[in-house]
C-alpha cells in the first residue's frame, strides 16, 4: 500500500514536525514499506497457533498496598523533604499547569 503524501504532511501535523520535501518523499517511501509488510503479517494462517503472552517463565509479583499512619511530624518532615517546599505555607509549590 502506498502512502500517500498529504498523508505524511498530515502525520507531520499531527506530530508537530517541519518536514522538508525530501523528508517527506522519505517518509512516504519508509511508511508504505511498513504498511505493506504489515498487510504481509495480517495474511498469515495462525489459527493453529496458541498466543504467546510470556517466554522467559517469570511472573509479576505482587504485594498487598498497605495504608500507614503517619503522625504531623513525619508528614511535615515528608514535605520538607521537597526541593519546593515553602515553609510559610506548609506546602509544596508547583508551576501552574491551568490557565
Same mark, same amino acid.
Given at each position: 500500500?502506498? &502512502?500517500? @503524501? !498529504?498523508?505524511?504532511?498530515?502525520?507531520? =501535523?499531527?506530530?508537530?514536525?517541519?518536514?522538508?520535501?525530501?523528508? &517527506? +518523499?522519505? %517518509?512516504?517511501? !519508509? #511508511?508504505?514499506?511498513?504498511?505493506? %509488510?504489515? =498487510?504481509q503479517l495480517k495474511k498469515a494462517d495462525l489459527h493453529n497457533y496458541l498466543a504467546t503472552?510470556? &517466554?522467559?517463565?517469570?511472573?509479576?509479583?505482587?504485594?498487598? =498496598?498497605?495504608? #500507614?499512619?503517619?503522625?504531623?511530624?513525619? @508528614?511535615?518532615?515528608? #514535605? @520538607?523533604?521537597?526541593?519546593? %517546599?515553602?515553609? =510559610? +505555607?506548609?506546602?509544596?509549590?508547583? @508551576?501552574? &499547569? #491551568?490557565?
Amino acid at each position: 500500500m502506498k &502512502i500517500s @503524501k !498529504d498523508t505524511v504532511e498530515h502525520i507531520a =501535523d499531527l506530530a508537530r514536525l517541519k518536514l522538508s520535501a525530501k523528508e &517527506i +518523499e522519505k %517518509y512516504q517511501e !519508509d #511508511l508504505s514499506a511498513i504498511v505493506s %509488510y504489515v =498487510d504481509q503479517l495480517k495474511k498469515a494462517d495462525l489459527h493453529n497457533y496458541l498466543a504467546t503472552e510470556q &517466554i522467559s517463565g517469570l511472573h509479576n509479583v505482587y504485594r498487598e =498496598d498497605e495504608v #500507614l499512619e503517619l503522625s504531623e511530624e513525619e @508528614k511535615l518532615e515528608l #514535605l @520538607k523533604s521537597s526541593p519546593h %517546599y515553602s515553609e =510559610d +505555607e506548609k506546602q509544596i509549590k508547583v @508551576k501552574r &499547569i #491551568l490557565k
